[in-house]
Each structure stands twice: as structure tokens, then as C-alpha cells.
């Protein structure tokens, strides 16, 4: 059943159009992602969905409430991490979990959420004096403190190092594995696909492609690549074989581009037949982040700032 559902919304900044008539529903129980880069639009949509920004066109429906209109109503059923957020350095832990449970009238215990996070030790310590991990652990426990049904999380594991970063990831499987929805935005492609039922890849404020990580990559058509460093001789007699698309060479490195279960086997035979001599040998899957290369026509880049 879908929980939220978002309608041609628009929202502008003075000249600038954010968000172009994004279209969205989302099931209960499922991590939806929205993936792009800085400035394609996704803080400005969730801000939107969380009632934060009052549209300039469309419609929203969350928990069957509209947003910017029924706030109230609708911050006793939701947890929100924003993009940024600022603490008073001098608050402890404990301290603001009870004063974000003070805004609820059916709170969870935060004690056990900071069990859960594996903040417990932490509880008397300033938030200054946490991690950058840490921080972003007390950013989701302040987001469930209300016990939402939906919990939002924008861009929640930028800045965290690669092994900080799986972690979250488990932690947040948790969240649907209890039976929360949860709709994430992300820079990082790789977690959108670890992640996510399904993803919306969007662009200068567009919608371009919405469904599973995998439905993504299949439908954009992309290849399966084998690189190698070596010299062939006949680079038209290797497009022959069965499953080869392409063939690229470019200063001692060959890419084979091509699709089916036996194009490496193929590939390989081939150069050994022919006793041609290679090494490195590499074979890489198309991924999500090929997907948004052969659907937006750009290069994707991480942006962390």
C-alpha cells in the first residue's frame, strides 16, 4: 500500500526551478532512495514531503495528511534526519533525547535506542566530543524517538568512512526489517544499490528513471566489460565472437564490451586460440552508477561537500 504520493510537484527559487514536476509513490515497509548529485533536487523534494517547504505546485499526500498543512499532525508519525544539523555543542547526549522526547506524546525510550546505537557510553558526553559516526547514530536514534512509521534520512552517510558507512547501512535494514519505510536520498550510488527496493535517479530537479536498482541497470542497456592489458592483432575478428558488442584498445589496454552469460569464457578461448598474450585480466558488471551515465548522458560524480 503506498504511503506516500507525490503529484507533478513543483518548487521554485526565484529563477530557478528545483524540483520540475516530480512524481512519486512509495509502499509501506520498502527503502526507496532517491540518488543524484548536488543541486539535482533531492533535499528540496524530501523538504517538500516532510512539510518543511510549501510547494509552488502539485500535490503531496503523507500518511494520507498534507504535509505543510497538517504538520502537526503528521511529526507524531514520522522521523526526520536532515542534511545538516546543528547541536548546541554544550548539550549532552542524554539531554537532547530528552528534550526531543518531550516533544512527543508517546515516545519510545531513548535509553534503549542508545543501546540499540551503541551509544550508551556516550550518553553524558557532550555532542561535541562524538564522532562524526557517532553524530550520525544520534541524528537517526532523535528521528525514532517519536516511533515513526516513515523515516526519512538525507544524505545521512556522507562524510563517514568507507567501514562507518557499511555500518549504517546494517542499521538501517534494521529500521525496515522492524517494519518502519524508509526514504533515503544519497550521493553514493554503490549504497542505493545495497540499499533500496527501488530508486529514483534524478536530475536538474527530474525524475529520468524510477524502479528496482536492477530493472535500472538492465534497462539502460549497458554492457558487461572485460579489460586486459595486451596487443590483438585482429580487433575486428574478436567483435565476431558470440556475445561481443565492441572492442576498444587504447595504449596496451583492450576493453571487450558485450552481453551473455559465456562472454568471458568466449573471450578468453579466443585469446588463447590465437595464443595471444595477456594480463590483468578484469571483468566488471554494470551498476547503478553506469545506469545514470547512460540515462542523464553525464558522468556521475560523488559529490561529497
Sequence with gaps: MAIVEVRNVIK????LRAVDGISLSIEEGEIFGMVGPNGAGKTTTVECIEGLRKPDGGTISVLGLEPYKERAKLYELIGVQLQETS?????????ICNLFSSFYGNPLPYSK??????????????????????KQKLSIVLALISNPRIVFLDELTTG?????RRSMWELIRGLRDEGRTVFLTTHYME?????????????????VALG??????????????????????????????????????NQGEVAVYGK?????????????????????????TPNLEDAFLKLTGRKYEEDKA
Design 12 to 15: 521554485n527559487y526565484g529563477v
Design 87 to 95: 547541536y548546541d555543542p554544550k548539550i549532552k547526549v542524554w539531554e
Design 113 to 134: 535506542l542508545l543501546e540499540r546505537f551503541e551509544l550508551t557510553e556516550k550518553r553524558n558526553s557532550y555532542v561535541s566530543r562524538l564522532s562524526g559516526g557517532q
Design 160 to 164: 563517514l568512512d568507507p567501514l562507518a
Design 191 to 207: 549504497e542505493a544499490e545495497y540499499l533500496c527496493s527501488r530508486v529514483a535517479i534524478v536530475d536538474h530537479g527530474k525524475i
Design 212 to 249: 528496482t536498482p536492477r530493472s535500472l541497470i538492465e534497462s539502460s542497456g549497458m554492457e558487461e566489460r572485460i579489460i586486459f592489458e595486451g596487443t590483438v592483432p585482429n580487433i575486428e575478428e574478436l567483435k565476431n565472437i558470440k556475445g561481443v558488442l565492441d572492442v576498444q584498445e
Design 260 to 284: 551473455g552469460a559465456d562472454l568471458l569464457q568466449n573471450a578468453v578461448s579466443y585469446l588463447q586460440a590465437k595464443g595471444i598474450s595477456y594480463k590483468n585480466l578484469q571483468t566488471r
